[in-house]
Structures are given as C-alpha cells and as structure tokens.
C-alpha cells in the first residue's frame, strides 16, 4: 500500500467522521445523497457498495432530504469526478466544528486500509461514487507471474504431496498403474508451488477424488454385484410405463435415429463432463470460491450415491438387453459404446470406443448420471449473477443429455427420471447444510452496520450471503 493510499484513506475517514459526529452533537442532519450506498473493504484492493434499501436520510428533516435530491447530489460520474477524488473544505467549516477554544474528539485518522473514492460536497456532506467502473483485470504477466514463479514466503506442507504419492503407491501394489494414476498423484504437489495452484488444489479437489473413486471400483465391482444383476425387470417397467407401440422408447429411437440426432447427442455424451467442469472454471476465475465450493461437493455427493446405487442395485442397460437378451448377466464384458458408436462412424474417430474401454460398472444404469451433472449445473447457474448469461444454454444441454442418454440405448427413461431425483436430492441437502453458514454470515453482515450506526447495507448483504 502506498502513503498516498493510506493518505487517502484517512482523509475520507476522517470526514465520514466528522459528517456522524456532528450529528450526534449539534443535531445536523448530514445531507448525504440517496444513492449512497453502505462500503465494505474486501481486501483485495476494490471497494464492494451496496444499495440501501432504507437511507438514514429518510427520517432527516424535510429540508435536509431536498437538499440531498439537489442537482449537487445527482451529478453524473465522470472521468473529472474521478480524478478530482476529494474537494477541500473551506477552513471556516474546521473552524466551526472544532470550535476556537480546543477540538470536540479526535478524528479516526490514518486507518490502515483502501477507502472508497468520494467527494465533499458540503461540510456534512459526503457523496460516495457507488457505480464506480469495476476493476480492471489483472494483465497477462501478472497472471503468468502469479501461477508460474514458486512461493517464497508460503508454509509448506507434506500431507497433500504425501496422500498423492500413497495413492500411487496403493495402485502400484493393487495392479493396473497407468499414467493416468501418476498423474492424479502428482497433482499434490500443486500445494507446494504456490498459493494459487493451492488454492485450485483446495477447490478442485471433490472432482479429483470423484475420479479416483470411480476408477479404484474395478477392484470390488464385479465380486460385489455377482448374482445379483437386474436385466427383465427394469425393461418390463420401463415397456408398460413407457412403451411406444409395444416397444420402449429405446428400441423406438432406435428404429428411427438420423445422422443429425446421432452427432448432437454423441456430442452431448462427449463433453456432458466437460460442461460441468467448464461452469466450475468460470467460478474459480471469477473469484466465486464458496459456490464453487459447493459445486464441486455436489459432484462428489451425487456420484456417491450413484456409485452406491451401482453396488445396491445394479440394472443391465438398454443396449445390454438388446445384444444378450434376457439370461443371466454376464460377467465377463466389458461396457460398450452402444449408439454412440455411430457418432464415431460419421466423424471416422473413436472418442467412446477409448472412453467405454476404460469403464467398469458395465451394470450401472440406475441411476443416470449424464443427466445429473448438468442439472446441477443449470441450478448453480441459476444461483450465479455472473453466470446469467449461460442459463438458456445449460437448460437446453441438460434437456439434450436426457434425450441422448434414451437415443444412445445407455439408460431407460426410468434411469433419466432417477438421475434428477439425485441431482434433486443432492442440492437440496447441500443447499440445507451450507445454510447455517449462510445465516452466520447474514448475521455478520448485519450486525456490523449496526455497529458503525447504520443498517442500511444489512438487506443487500444478508441477501448476498444468501444467494452464495
């Protein structure tokens, strides 16, 4: 912080002071403009204004309240405004409120911190610009400066780069080590380097876990679910609830697929992961850690209560079904690709021939997960101001996913039905857990306006709070 800032600081602070105090002393109301908003420090060198929903020039003498709806008050920001930060009041006005015969208090001068940028325009009167332009962004060598150089003055510590090579090591010794696995591995170092890749170690972490869950249940799948295989019964439910003609919706879309349907929704099943991530980077960049943080613990609860669900009540697909019929499931495929291989054939590559490759819960179908990933991601984007603009696209990919999840022969309707039961289920227990720690800081926010004599700000911040 430079001394013209902390200089800055204590001369705005000292009149905010002064606009208060006089107040309290004489009984003048200070004649402070309507849009005045309450200013809160963020720490991060910007300045955070809300609007009142109730001004404490409302109960200020009726006088008081049309001087303040002056054209003084209403005058635009401008690029002068901005530089001319503070007029200086004329000394006459130090004199009457400090008296001839010794000072009424001390000012709170030289507080360490960034103020907001305001004009006098009265000795009572402070208008604080709260439609200041927001920050610019950081250049790009401060950011390459930021995520590349190491830290010198950050702690280090051990157990995070130590859970990521045990990990190796447990994978080593069960068999099967990839690349893949060291890779996953060796993302703890990330808390070593610097604080930023620490910080995306911290908030990423659930969607690391998630994977490395799903990946080590090849080890216990197929002893856990032998024997106990659904394969008639969740058709026969889907034929009677659903069925088109004698037929499930499956096998109807399977008869009438078209090369447009075929590349939107092995589209669709490409990149369905690929979204949810793409929502949790645009969180990470736009500093909107807590719903990251709650993003990425609902990725983690949903994929936990379908992995558990694999093992309770493992279902035969759709595409299962039409290949074997029937009989007992088999234990010794290996998941297939389906009607999304047909997306491969027109493009001439083989995406989910490789992707199917690597899969194990071949008996996985309830519930459909395709489908909770973006649904959850359609809430959050509901729930984030700065993600508005991607409302109608995620509502239209999550209602792409449901019908390609049918259309790819990989779930029943029924499997699509329970995959939003689960995403349901997961945000509303998250939304519930994360709730006290929403009332905390609503009462936190609250209550300090209080402290400093005005409650203007507690409505917008407590809704903030909430909203988070």
Same mark, same amino acid.
């Given at each position: 912080?430079?001394s013209?800032?902390v200089? =800055?600081?204590a001369?705005?602070d000292s009149?905010l002071w002064?606009a208060?105090?006089t107040?309290k002393k004489?009984?003048i109301?200070?004649?402070v403009s309507?849009?005045l908003?309450?200013?809160?420090?963020?720490?991060?060198?910007?300045?955070?204004?809300w609007?009142?929903?109730?001004?404490?020039?409302?109960?200020?003498?009726?006088?008081?309240?049309a001087?303040?709806?002056?054209?003084?008050?209403?005058?635009?920001i401008?690029?002068?405004?901005d530089r001319? =930060?503070?007029?200086?009041r004329?000394?006459?006005?130090?004199?009457?409120l400090y008296?001839?015969?010794?000072?009424?208090a001390?000012?709170?001068?030289?507080?360490f911190?960034?103020?907001?940028?305001?004009?006098?325009?009265?000795?009572t009167?402070?208008?604080?610009?709260?439609?200041?332009?927001?920050?610019?962004?950081a250049?790009?060598?401060?950011?390459?400066r930021?995520w590349l150089?190491?830290s010198?003055?950050?702690k280090?510590?051990?157990?995070?780069?130590?859970?990521?090579?045990?990990?190796?090591a447990?994978i080593a010794v069960l068999g099967?080590?990839?690349?893949?696995?060291?890779?996953?591995?060796?993302?703890?170092?990330?808390?070593?380097?610097?604080?930023?890749?620490?910080?995306?170690?911290?908030?990423?972490?659930?969607?690391?876990?998630?994977?490395?869950?799903?990946?080590?249940?090849?080890?216990?799948?197929w002893?856990?679910i032998?024997g106990?295989?659904h394969?008639?019964?969740?058709?026969?439910?889907?034929?009677?609830?659903f069925?088109?003609?004698?037929?499930?919706?499956?096998?109807?879309?399977d008869a009438?697929?078209?090369?447009g349907l075929?590349?939107?929704?092995?589209?669709?099943?490409?990149?369905?992961?690929?979204?949810?991530?793409?929502?949790?980077?645009?969180?990470?960049f736009?500093?909107? =850690?807590?719903?990251?943080r709650t993003?990425a613990?609902c990725?983690?609860v949903?994929?936990?209560l379908?992995f558990?669900?694999?093992?309770?009540?493992p279902?035969?697909?759709?595409?299962?079904?039409?290949?074997y019929?029937f009989?007992?499931a088999?234990?010794d495929?290996q998941?297939a690709a389906?009607?999304?291989?047909?997306?491969?054939?027109l493009?001439?590559?083989?995406?989910?021939?490789?992707m199917?490759?690597?899969?194990?819960?071949?008996?996985?179908?309830?519930p459909?997960?395709?489908v909770?990933?973006?649904?959850?991601?359609?809430?959050?984007?509901?729930?984030?101001?700065?993600?508005?603009?991607?409302?109608a696209p995620?509502?239209?990919?999550?209602?792409?996913?449901c019908?390609?999840a049918?259309?790819?022969q990989?779930h029943?309707?029924?499997?699509?039905?329970?995959g939003i039961?689960?995403?349901g289920?997961?945000?509303a227990?998250?939304?519930?857990?994360?709730?006290p720690t929403?009332?905390?800081?609503?009462r936190?926010?609250?209550?300090q306006?209080a402290?400093s004599?005005?409650s203007c700000?507690?409505p917008?911040v407590?809704r903030?709070?909430?909203?988070?």
């Open positions: 912080m430079t013209f800032q200089t =800055l600081g001369m705005i009149v002064f208060s105090h107040r004489t009984g109301a200070p004649k309507p849009s908003g309450r200013v809160a420090y963020t720490g991060s060198a910007t300045t955070r204004v609007s009142p929903a109730r001004h404490p020039a409302a109960d200020a003498p009726e006088e008081s309240a001087a303040a709806s002056g054209p003084e008050s209403r005058q635009p401008s690029a002068a405004n001319r =930060l503070i007029r200086p004329p000394r006459s006005a130090s004199r009457r008296g001839g015969h010794g000072r009424i001390t000012p709170p001068a030289f507080r911190g960034f103020a907001p940028r305001a004009r006098v325009l009265h000795r009167c402070v208008r604080v610009l709260a439609d200041l332009p927001p920050p610019a962004p250049s790009l060598p401060m950011l390459a930021e150089l190491p010198r003055t950050m280090r510590r051990i157990l995070p780069p130590a859970i990521g090579f045990a990990y190796i447990v099967g080590l990839r690349s893949d696995h060291v890779l996953i591995g060796l993302l703890g170092l990330l808390d070593l380097y610097n604080e930023k890749t620490r910080l995306f170690l911290a908030q990423f972490f659930p969607f690391i876990a998630t994977g490395a869950i799903f990946d080590s249940m090849r080890y216990v799948y002893p856990a032998d106990r295989v394969v008639a019964g969740p058709y026969l439910l889907e034929r009677d609830w069925g088109i003609g004698g037929q499930t919706p499956n096998e109807w879309l009438h697929h078209t090369a075929d590349l939107a929704c092995g589209f669709a099943y490409l990149v369905y992961v690929g979204e949810y991530l793409a929502v949790a980077f645009l969180l990470f736009r500093r909107r =850690l807590d719903a990251l993003f613990l990725f983690l949903v994929n936990l379908g558990a669900t694999y093992f309770i009540y279902v035969a697909p759709p595409w299962y079904v039409t290949q019929g009989g007992p088999r234990m495929i998941p389906a009607a999304a291989s047909r997306f491969d054939q493009l001439g590559t083989h995406f989910f021939e490789e199917y490759g690597r899969g194990v819960d071949v008996y996985g179908a309830f459909s997960l395709h909770a990933y973006p649904l959850i991601a359609v809430w959050m984007v509901f729930r984030t101001r700065e993600l508005r603009w991607a409302r995620a509502i239209l990919f999550f209602l792409l996913v019908l390609s049918v259309y790819l990989h029943y309707v029924i499997d699509v039905l329970l039961g689960y995403a289920v997961t945000m227990l998250l939304a519930w857990w994360r709730m929403s009332r905390k800081a609503a936190a926010s609250s209550a306006p402290a004599g005005s700000a507690a917008s407590a903030r709070s909430a909203f988070e």
